[in-house]
Structure formats: structure tokens, C-alpha cells
């Protein structure tokens, strides 16, 4: 069985602009309230994590409607266009500030902002499930390999597009509107590549042929296939369970360290600020050039070893710093690609692992269930960590992390289901599967 690569490349597409969104966002909105609305770390801290705190509800509802609904593309060109309209306003409040008072011109911000965070949140799922919709069980951690890079590639457009269109007024004040227009460019040609180069009714019913009739067991599932409303099987649903518990754990340790890293090392070494982003780009390259090699690797050896393989060095990388990172030295950049390699590991198969659980017809309620986990997850362990950090120490972060990363390593050895079975092609049309790849 062979994964359609130019297909999965435009599935793609729609994480793309999610991700260069979201690279942007995360960039660009903190210095819009410091300098255009002034305000403090905490009430700034407390409106950038909104979006998890909605995405927290919104996600599984989304996901679960499209599945209801049966179709993705709607969903994603629907909340594309809505979510470009909104964003353009927010350079445009930001270069009109003063018109308005104070205290109306924040408000009329946070309003608009937080009508963006909530369309977002009504497409993101749909827009992760429908690969798994239009590719087989076996090669979607493959096909999720991919989709990470076209994520990674979302993200770097919007970097270098920063460098190049982000312009300081001659009143001292940033300009961010042609910044928001190229992103929105970018996200309404994605949304506009998906609607008319993914024939989703079509693939989907290929996949659907494929998975009929291969074998005895999946013959007798076929009208759970159809619906996707039957129970899980208790030993199935124990499988889930556990797998959740360590994308919950992971995000536990690994978020921990990400959104606290820049405070550590500024806190713990001399020109902290010198070596912070190069860790992090080093860390960020190498997840990059890692995804089509691990979904290979999950191919031969499954998905779950591979995981573990991506916790064990990552538990590996936390121990590390936890000794070694209080001042900085070049091997620190080793320990950072490792970490990429860990993320890229244990990203590009975690999903699928829930997937592969899922049935036609609930694909988006469990892809709802895994961003519930990791979520959740994102929005507890900064505040518990950032709570260690101010009242117990710096050196508790990598402690921390590594606590989590051990623990999560245990969950998913236990877990029997989700993992990939490749094997023979047991029909015509799948053995004609990727013919044109």
C-alpha cells in the first residue's frame, strides 16, 4: 500500500495556513497589546491564552459536526475566508488607534480578537481530518509526516515574510498590515487549492471501497464504518484511553519547556538572548528534515516504537538539561536537534494512532479528542510550571518536563490498538492506490 504523495501534499495546504496563521499570532498580537494597548505581562498573558482555552471546546464540537455533516472542505473554506476578513482588522485597529478612547479601542480589540480565536477553532479540526479521511490506516503516519512539513512550511513563509514587510513608521510606530495581508493571501489561496484540487466526496468513497471486503474482521465492521456511532470494544477503548494519557503527559513536559525556555536561559546563563534562538531554530530545523524520515521509520518498525524511541530521547535531552543547561555550552545545540528529532517522532505518530482507532463517519470527533488532550494540557502547564519557576526556581524546568516525558513513556507501551499494520494489498483498487503518485 503506497501513500499518494501529490494528494497528501494538497490536503496539506489547509495546515499550512493554519500554521503560518498561527506563527503569526503568536508573534505579532503579544507586541500589539504591549505597545499599541499597553498592557501588563499578566492581563496579556491571560488574553494569549484564550485561544487554548477555546480551542479546548471548540475543536472536539467542530470535529464531531463535520463528521456529522460528512464533509471538511466547507468548514475549512467557510472559516478561512471568515478568519481573513477578521484578521485584517487587526492592523487596521492597530494603525488607527486614538480614534476611539482607550478604554473603547481595547475593547473593540479584544471583541474582534476573540470572534478571530473562535473561527479559527471551527475549521482546525476539520482541516486535520480530512487526510485521514482521504488516506489509508497504514500509511497515515506517512501522510501525517507530511502534513507537519506543510505546517513547518506555513510557519516559515510568515518568518521570512516578517523580515521582509513588517515596517517602523516615521512615528516610531510598527506598521503589520502588509505582514496580516500576505498571510491572508497565502491562507485564501491554501483554502482555494483545497476546495478545487481535493475532490473530497470521490476520495473519500475510495477509501471507503479500500477498506471494504479486505478482510473477515473489517467486513464485520463495515457498518461501523459507515456511521462510526458504534461503541468501542472495552480492550479498544482502554487502547485510546492510554494513548490520550501520553499525548496529555507529553504536552505536559514538552510545553513546559518551549513556552519557558527564553526566560530560563536569559535567567541562567550571560547572553541568554545570544543563544536562545538558535536553540530554538536548530531545534525547529531539525523536526523539519525529520518528518518524511520517521514516518518511513514508523512504516518498518510501527508506530508506537517509534514513539517510544522519541520519548526516550527526550527524556534523555530533560535529564541532560537538567544538569547541564544552568550555563550554556555548544552542546546544548545537540541537545536541541535531538529534542526536534523527539517532537517529530512522536508528532507524526501520535495522531495517527488515534486515527487508526477511528472509523468512517467519527474521524473528526477523534482528531476533536486528541487536541482536547493536547490543549489542555498547553493551557495547565504554564501556569504550573511558570509557579515553580517563580517560587521554587529555574532549575526546576527541565525536572519538570523530564517527570512528565518518564510518564508518558508508560501509557503507550501498555496500549494494544493504533498502531500501523502495513501489509499486502488485498484488493485491486488498493493495490492501485498511489499508481499515480
Same mark, same amino acid.
Given at each position: 500500500?503506497?501513500?499518494?504523495?501529490?494528494?497528501?501534499?494538497?490536503?496539506?495546504?489547509?495546515?499550512?495556513?493554519?500554521?503560518?496563521?498561527?506563527?503569526?499570532?503568536?508573534?505579532?498580537?503579544?507586541?500589539?497589546?504591549?505597545?499599541?494597548?499597553?498592557?501588563?505581562?499578566?492581563?496579556?498573558?491571560?488574553?494569549?491564552?484564550?485561544?487554548?482555552?477555546?480551542?479546548?471546546?471548540?475543536?472536539?464540537?467542530?470535529?464531531?459536526?463535520?463528521?456529522?455533516?460528512?464533509?471538511?472542505?466547507?468548514?475549512?473554506?467557510?472559516?478561512?475566508?471568515?478568519?481573513?476578513?477578521?484578521?485584517?482588522?487587526?492592523?487596521?485597529?492597530?494603525?488607527?488607534?486614538?480614534?476611539?478612547?482607550?478604554?473603547?479601542?481595547?475593547?473593540?480589540?479584544? &471583541? @474582534?480578537? $476573540? /470572534?478571530?480565536?473562535? %473561527?479559527?477553532?471551527? =475549521?482546525?479540526?476539520? +482541516? !486535520? *481530518?480530512?487526510?485521514?479521511?482521504?488516506?489509508?490506516?497504514?500509511?497515515?503516519?506517512?501522510?501525517?509526516?507530511?502534513?507537519?512539513?506543510?505546517?513547518?512550511?506555513?510557519?516559515?513563509?510568515?518568518?521570512?515574510?516578517?523580515?521582509?514587510? &513588517? @515596517?517602523? $513608521? /516615521?512615528?516610531?510606530? %510598527?506598521?503589520?498590515? =502588509?505582514?496580516?495581508? +500576505? !498571510? *491572508?493571501?497565502?491562507?485564501?489561496?491554501?483554502?482555494?487549492?483545497?476546495?478545487?484540487?481535493?475532490?473530497?466526496?470521490?476520495?473519500?468513497?475510495?477509501?471507503?471501497?479500500?477498506?471494504?471486503?479486505?478482510?473477515?474482521?473489517?467486513?464485520?465492521?463495515?457498518?461501523?464504518?459507515?456511521?462510526?456511532?458504534?461503541?468501542?470494544?472495552?480492550?479498544?477503548?482502554?487502547?485510546?484511553?492510554?494513548?490520550?494519557?501520553?499525548?496529555?503527559?507529553?504536552?505536559?513536559?514538552?510545553?513546559?519547556?518551549?513556552?519557558?525556555?527564553?526566560?530560563?536561559?536569559?535567567?541562567?546563563?550571560?547572553?541568554?538572548?545570544?543563544?536562545?534562538?538558535?536553540?530554538?531554530?536548530?531545534?525547529?530545523?531539525?523536526?523539519?528534515?525529520?518528518?518524511?524520515?520517521?514516518?518511513?521509520?514508523?512504516?518498518?518498525?510501527?508506530?508506537?516504537?517509534?514513539?517510544?524511541?522519541?520519548?526516550?530521547?527526550?527524556?534523555?535531552?530533560?535529564?541532560?538539561?537538567?544538569?547541564?543547561?544552568?550555563?550554556?555550552?555548544?552542546?546544548?545545540?545537540?541537545?536541541?536537534?535531538?529534542?526536534?528529532?523527539?517532537?517529530?517522532?512522536?508528532?507524526?505518530?501520535?495522531?495517527?494512532?488515534?486515527?487508526?482507532?477511528?472509523?468512517?463517519?467519527?474521524?473528526?470527533?477523534?482528531?476533536?479528542?486528541?487536541?482536547?488532550?493536547?490543549?489542555?494540557?498547553?493551557?495547565?502547564?504554564?501556569?504550573?510550571?511558570?509557579?515553580?519557576?517563580?517560587?521554587?526556581?529555574?532549575?526546576?524546568?527541565?525536572?519538570?518536563?523530564?517527570?512528565?516525558?518518564?510518564?508518558?513513556?508508560?501509557?503507550?507501551?501498555?496500549?494494544?490498538?493504533?498502531?500501523?499494520?502495513?501489509?499486502?494489498?488485498?484488493?485491486?483498487?488498493?493495490?492501485?492506490?498511489?499508481?499515480?503518485?
Amino acid at each position: 500500500m503506497k501513500l499518494n504523495y501529490k494528494r497528501t501534499f494538497l490536503v496539506g495546504f489547509a495546515f499550512l495556513s493554519i500554521s503560518a496563521f498561527w506563527q503569526m499570532y503568536d508573534t505579532i498580537i503579544p507586541l500589539i497589546m504591549r505597545d499599541t494597548y499597553h498592557l501588563g505581562d499578566g492581563p496579556a498573558g491571560i488574553i494569549m491564552s484564550l485561544d487554548n482555552i477555546i480551542a479546548l471546546f471548540l475543536l472536539p464540537l467542530f470535529g464531531a459536526l463535520s463528521d456529522k455533516v460528512g464533509r471538511r472542505i466547507p468548514f475549512i473554506v467557510a472559516g478561512t475566508f471568515t478568519a481573513v476578513v477578521l484578521m485584517m482588522l487587526i492592523p487596521t485597529l492597530d494603525n488607527t488607534y486614538g480614534a476611539w478612547a482607550p478604554s473603547t479601542s481595547l475593547i473593540v480589540f479584544i &471583541v @474582534v480578537l $476573540g /470572534a478571530l480565536l473562535v %473561527t479559527m477553532g471551527t =475549521y482546525r479540526s476539520p +482541516a !486535520v *481530518a480530512l487526510m485521514p479521511d482521504v488516506t489509508p490506516k497504514p500509511v497515515r503516519s506517512k501522510g501525517n509526516a507530511i502534513i507537519n512539513l506543510m505546517g513547518a512550511v506555513g510557519g516559515a513563509f510568515t518568518l521570512v515574510v516578517m523580515r521582509m514587510l &513588517v @515596517v517602523e $513608521g /516615521a512615528s516610531g510606530r %510598527t506598521n503589520y498590515l =502588509y505582514l496580516f495581508l +500576505a !498571510v *491572508a493571501v497565502l491562507m485564501v489561496l491554501a483554502a482555494l487549492t483545497v476546495l478545487f484540487f481535493v475532490p473530497e466526496r470521490k476520495l473519500v468513497q475510495e477509501m471507503k471501497d479500500i477498506n471494504y471486503g479486505v478482510s473477515e474482521e473489517e467486513d464485520q465492521s463495515k457498518s461501523i464504518e459507515v456511521d462510526g456511532k458504534q461503541k468501542l470494544p472495552p480492550d479498544v477503548m482502554r487502547s485510546l484511553i492510554l494513548i490520550l494519557a501520553t499525548i496529555t503527559l507529553w504536552f505536559l513536559g514538552y510545553n513546559a519547556v518551549t513556552t519557558a525556555f527564553s526566560k530560563y536561559a536569559t535567567k541562567m546563563w550571560a547572553s541568554g538572548l545570544n543563544h536562545v534562538s538558535t536553540c530554538l531554530l536548530v531545534a525547529t530545523g531539525v523536526a523539519i528534515i525529520s518528518y518524511l524520515p520517521i514516518g518511513f521509520l514508523a512504516s518498518r518498525i510501527g508506530r508506537k516504537k517509534t514513539i517510544v524511541i522519541g520519548l526516550v530521547i527526550a527524556l534523555a535531552c530533560f535529564i541532560f538539561g537538567a544538569v547541564g543547561a544552568r550555563t550554556f555550552s555548544p552542546m546544548l545545540y545537540v541537545m536541541f536537534a535531538a529534542i526536534g528529532f523527539a517532537q517529530a517522532a512522536v508528532t507524526v505518530n501520535t495522531f495517527p494512532m488515534v486515527w487508526e482507532i477511528s472509523r468512517f463517519g467519527n474521524v473528526g470527533k477523534y482528531t476533536g479528542f486528541y487536541y482536547t488532550c493536547s490543549m489542555a494540557a498547553q493551557v495547565v502547564t504554564p501556569i504550573v510550571s511558570g509557579y515553580l519557576l517563580q517560587y521554587v526556581g529555574y532549575d526546576t524546568l527541565f525536572p519538570y518536563a523530564a517527570v512528565f516525558i518518564a510518564l508518558a513513556i508508560i501509557p503507550v507501551s501498555l496500549a494494544k490498538h493504533g498502531d500501523s499494520r502495513p501489509g499486502k494489498p488485498q484488493s485491486k483498487l488498493e493495490a492501485l492506490q498511489g499508481a499515480d503518485d
